[in-house]
């Protein structure tokens, strides 16, 4: 069966400071990858997909990146955190039309 | 710009009880696909039902069952026999482009189980 973990679970970052969040699929191959980002009792934005190795979607513009290193592993980075960066990250895959979500990954900028 | 709208910000509902979600969304296209998630205060995402738009038959799994109904653009999420780890909050969430396409999110419902 098909796992995704993300890590940390829960991170504290200061403005100004580099993020790397890490998301990885088990049981599944060239599987469709999402980053969504969450604010306090919203609905879900979806930050960035990839469909393959090194291939890379960007749907809102920002100061956060994606990248896709190997097949199953999805990294989300910034450079600098902003405060607006704060918010709950959902990593999450495809390999049909369901997407399927990691259990997150609470990120906190002061 | 496709839509979606969950016009129920809060509900509750008596456990063993039976309860409807409404979602309503707007769109062009002829193929698509919906789908309920269910968010408990875990906040991981879970997926509850879907629904492929060229299929008359609404989708059942246990419980939970939809009514869907595409000239209307409506996709409601009913859940009988309500129990009290059904509280959470439930985003319905059409795809649309196929397998390439993305989920959109309504803003959610949050239910309330109420024992």
């Known amino acids: 069966s098909q796992t995704i973990h993300q890590w940390p679970a829960t991170l504290v970052q200061p403005v100004g400071s580099p993020l790397s969040l890490e998301c990885t699929v088990e049981?599944?191959?060239?599987?469709?990858l999402y980053w969504y980002r969450q604010a306090a009792g919203r609905g879900l934005q979806l930050l960035f997909y990839s469909v393959g190795i090194g291939q890379i979607s960007s749907e809102v513009p920002q100061n956060l990146s994606a990248s896709r290193p190997q097949d199953r592993q999805f990294i989300l980075s910034s450079k600098k955190l902003l405060l607006s960066d704060s918010g709950f990250y959902l990593c999450?895959?495809?390999?049909?039309?369901?997407?399927?979500f990691g259990p997150g990954t609470r990120l906190t900028v002061l | 710009a496709q839509t979606v709208t969950q016009s129920q910000p809060e509900m509750s509902v008596q456990e063993a009880e039976t309860v409807t979600l409404s979602c309503t969304y707007d769109t062009s296209e002829n193929n698509y696909y919906l789908f309920w998630y269910k968010q408990p205060p875990s906040r991981q995402m879970i997926l509850v039902i879907r629904?492929?738009?060229?299929?008359?038959q609404n989708a059942t799994e246990n419980r939970f069952s939809v009514n869907f109904q595409k000239a209307a653009k409506s996709f409601s999420l009913k859940i009988s026999d309500s129990q009290l780890g059904d509280t959470a909050m439930y985003f319905c969430a059409p795809l649309y482009g196929g397998s390439q396409g993305n989920l959109i999110f309504g803003k959610g419902t949050k239910l309330s189980v109420k024992p």
């Open positions: 629904q492929e738009a060229y299929k008359q």
């Open positions: 999450a895959w495809s390999s049909g039309q369901a997407q399927y």
């Open positions: 049981g599944t191959s060239n599987p469709n």
